[in-house]
């Protein structure tokens, strides 16, 4: 996406000009202008230059975005001359001007002429100079603010009138009438008829002008004040980059501009110095605060080889680092750039305010002629109806519309950026909060992603250093977690991995490899049952495991079989509470993974999920999104690089910060603390900011809808109200600043406050869905478990309910067994048929006596 500055916008009605004028160049694809950061971005192939000549044909300014400095050394992308507040200083001065010539002039025609406030000699019954006296005011006011006549009239010569087109057409309409009434004045004195003379008195309207300018300016200082205030959040990360780094030049450490700092690099980072680029600690240790980026507020421990992050802090010790990202690549800069395209882009609701803001401006001007032309119709004086129109003309209020949804989907944006939840578009943080199914993959999701070894079993001739040995030396090649578990075991008993050659991985099912000139395998049952025979009992072991929530992996060498070594990985502790939160807010959350259906079930049980697809292979993960896709608005969670498919085909791909840069790049939402608990407040901060912008827009569309007609008189006959001009201008003048603070509202909001959470109304809920996946009978999404009651004498206590307890899960199909023995009962949940011999056979192994089903 290119990005330029536009210059000369005042309104809905010049952003929708500008849209319209940059998507007729030939070779853009889309192109969406916000009003609130007077900036476009424009996705396409087209000419930046003739981009730029649509843009001034259309009557507006505009400039190419530039990042820095080329190359690898290019600097923080410099956004500060963009969100820079030079316009807030020229309103004041504007304001200022106007409200001192604004005094005297209303001494006189209002002050004078209602209350008898007394005049100086040269003015006190002297009406012609009293006239000529409002008319250098107003003109002097009129000349302050120019700026509402320069760009009014520019955009209806263009055929694009916008919101200072109906000021300029207003004030003009005022100030020219007025002129009119000064002149029939002098007319009337000299014929000696005072009676006119005071009639035309009272038809100026130079207070009307002048009045309307500076209340419209009293708006546009409020907007200006508060727009600047949506943006405090990319101020304060671009208030984090670094301007000087200390770097090492053949061992001397020199300051230079952060500029000059180039990947490769070492620089020297100090206790309470920040980090001015991205790199990886080479020298020393120390304790870093990266609350900057991430919210995290304790600091974390770094030492030789990890890596570290420009805008984090150093609270303790001394490092030397080497340089692996600086300018724009740094995380900083991405995080920056993230929060700067956002508000580039443009929300799928905001097309409703576009469509009105398109016509909003010349229907406005028509609606005024005709005003005037039927209050003249009916006999009213020329006066009272031009007020009318002129009424019509300055409350009307295009800002509103245009503003209703960019501020607040710049506020909500930042909101997300300082609590580490990073939204890529305007459309991401719309269309989270609409999620009805959210996918999260297990491991290092809702998982620590760090399995350990917790059991080795051997076969009866095998010996468990020799199993070890195997399994250390094929798993080094690989890149799996569980892999990795196995080699820091091997590592911990002090073994070196031996050399293998021919290493494949057979995807979703193992590895395999030549180790002493002999076939090794490792991996799955599915996969050791290709090559070996494998006993009931050991099948029977591996179910006992995965029961357990640990995953056997099975190993083989030469056709034989070796044994089994057990891995685990270990559950986050905010896991369960961050899915208690997702479903809380009505989400049917649904586990993806590899593990067999047993393991799976185990971590998904302990993490509180609606269902499990287990046995899914990394290829397949995709299928079973666009599965669920049928049943809802699919968001997935991932942080591998085999979730990069499956992240890009859900409706919302959300990141773990912590994951890899693949995973990141496919996703449309970035979850920079690695959290699983901000996946529910990034769904809360987009329901509260498309609520925000539905509260925006329908103050917009009621302003206008009912301000207009009363202005226009339509309620005079029924209600008896009118419209001073003066106090339509006032009213449009406050309109756009009540939606910007409105959307202020947001950084008050708490993201991960659940006390409020309401489901969608469309919301799939929390029951079983059916996902004909083809993964294998353990991928499939089951639906509700059956239940059987069955009869048990003997059970005597709570110890009792136990031993029958674990004697009947360890039948197949058995999902859950609940012993009551005062009842002498046992309800069954099952996933599958189960044999009452079977049943039997268990219950009497126990020591008690199985009297049959019910």
Not at 19 to 40: F, I, R, Y
Not at 58 to 77: I, R, T
Not at 707 to 721: D, E, M, Q, S, V
Not at 791 to 820: F, P, Q, R, S, Y
Request: glycine share 8%; proline share 3%.
């Amino acid at each position: 996406m290119e990005q330029y500055n536009v210059t000369g916008m005042s309104c809905a009605a010049c952003q929708a000009r500008v849209e319209k004028a940059v998507s007729a160049v030939p070779g853009v694809d889309s192109c969406a202008v916000s009003l609130l950061t007077n900036s476009m971005g424009v996705e396409g192939n087209a000419d930046s230059a003739e981009i730029i000549k649509a843009i001034e044909n259309a009557g507006y300014g505009a400039s190419l975005k530039v990042d820095g400095s080329a190359g690898a050394s290019a600097s923080v992308p410099n956004y500060d001359n963009e969100l820079a507040d030079t316009e807030t200083p020229k309103i004041r001065n504007r304001l200022i001007a106007s409200v001192i010539l604004l005094i005297p002039l209303m001494y006189v025609s209002m002050g004078h002429m209602l209350w008898n406030w007394p005049l100086p000699g040269f003015l006190d019954g002297n009406h012609i100079a009293m006239g000529l006296y409002e008319m250098l005011l107003t003109i002097a006011i009129m000349i302050i603010n120019q700026k509402f006549f320069v760009s009014g009239f520019r955009g209806l010569m263009h055929g694009a009138p916008n919101m200072d087109t109906l000021v300029a057409l207003g004030a003009t309409a005022s100030f020219g009438y007025s002129v009119f009434a000064l002149f029939a004045m002098t007319s009337a004195m000299v014929a000696g008829d005072m009676d006119k003379v005071m009639e035309y008195m009272m038809e100026f309207y130079f207070e009307s002008a002048a009045m309307i300018l500076t209340l419209i300016t009293v708006g546009k200082l409020l907007e200006s004040i508060s727009k600047g205030r949506t943006t405090d959040a990319l101020k304060d990360l671009m208030k984090l980059a670094a301007k000087t780094a200390v770097v090492l030049k053949d061992g001397v450490e020199t300051e230079v501009p952060i500029e000059q700092v180039k990947i490769g690099d070492r620089f020297v980072v100090k206790p309470g110095d920040n980090i001015p680029v991205d790199g990886i600690v080479v020298d020393g240790s120390s304790a870093v605060n990266e609350s900057a980026l991430t919210g995290e507020s304790i600091p974390v421990d770094k030492t030789v080889g990890d890596s570290v992050s420009a805008a984090t802090s150093n609270e303790s010790g001394y490092m030397v680092c080497e340089a692996t990202r600086v300018g724009k690549d740094t995380t900083l800069s991405q995080i920056i750039q993230m929060v700067s395209d956002a508000a580039a882009t443009k929300a799928p609701i905001a097309k409703i305010a576009d469509k009105v803001s398109g016509v909003f401006v010349p229907t406005v001007i028509v609606i005024a002629i005709i005003t005037f032309i039927v209050w003249m119709l009916v006999r009213q004086p020329v006066g009272y109806a031009l007020a009318r129109a002129i009424s019509v003309l300055v409350i009307s209020c295009p800002c509103a519309l245009g503003l209703a949804t960019p501020v607040a989907i710049m506020v909500g944006n930042g909101m997300g950026a300082k609590n580490g939840i990073m939204f890529k578009t305007a459309v991401s943080l719309e269309e989270t909060g609409k999620v009805q199914i959210v996918a999260l993959d297990k491991t290092g999701t809702i998982t620590k992603g760090e399995p350990k070894v917790v059991g080795i079993f051997e076969a009866e001739d095998v010996d468990d250093v020799d199993l070890l040995r195997v399994a250390f030396a094929v798993e080094n090649k690989s890149e799996h977690p569980l892999a990795k578990a196995i080699v820091e075991n091997g590592l911990e008993n002090g073994m070196e991995p031996a050399e293998v050659t021919d290493f494949k991985v057979l995807s979703g099912n193992g590895i395999t490899a030549i180790l002493d000139g002999e076939e090794v395998y490792g991996g799955n049952l599915e996969l050791i049952k290709q090559h070996v025979t494998v006993s009931d009992e050991i099948i029977e072991l591996a179910d006992r495991l995965a029961e357990k929530g640990e995953t056997p992996l099975f190993f083989a060498k030469n056709g034989k079989y070796l044994g089994i070594i057990s891995v685990a990985d270990v559950i986050k502790e905010d896991s369960p509470e961050a899915i208690a939160h997702l479903k809380n807010l009505g989400i049917h959350v649904v586990m993806l993974t590899g593990d067999n259906e047993k393991t799976a079930a185990a971590i998904a049980a302990e993490a509180g999920v609606d269902e499990v697809v287990a046995g899914v292979k990394p290829d397949g993960k995709e299928k079973v999104i666009r599965e669920l896709q049928q049943y809802g608005k699919v968001a997935m969670v991932g942080d591998g690089i085999n979730d990069a498919p499956a992240l890009t085909r859900a409706d919302m791909g959300i990141a773990i910060g912590a994951g890899t840069d693949v995973a990141i790049d496919a996703a449309d939402v970035v979850l920079m603390k690695s959290r699983l608990s901000d996946v529910a407040a990034a769904i809360r901060l987009s329901r509260a900011t498309l609520r925000n912008i539905h509260e925006n827009l329908f103050w917009a569309f009621f302003y206008n809808v009912i301000g207009i007609p009363l202005a226009a008189g339509a309620y005079i006959h029924a209600f008896g109200w009118t419209l001073n001009p003066m106090f339509g201008a006032a009213a449009m003048s406050l309109s756009s600043f009540c939606v910007v603070t409105n959307a202020l509202r947001l950084n008050l909001f708490k993201m991960h406050d659940q006390t409020r959470d309401k489901a969608l109304k469309d919301s799939v809920g929390h029951e079983k869905l059916l996902v004909n996946s083809q993964h294998s009978k353990a991928g499939e999404i089951k639906e509700d478990k059956s239940t059987m009651e069955i009869t048990v004498n003997g059970m005597m206590c709570a110890h009792c309910e136990a031993h029958v307890k674990e004697a009947l899960e360890k039948i197949n199909g058995v999902d859950e067994a609940t012993a009551n023995h005062e009842a002498n009962l046992v309800t069954l949940k099952t996933s599958a048929d189960v044999a009452e011999a079977d049943l039997k056979a268990a219950v009497e192994a126990a020591g008690y006596e199985f009297v049959g089903i019910k």
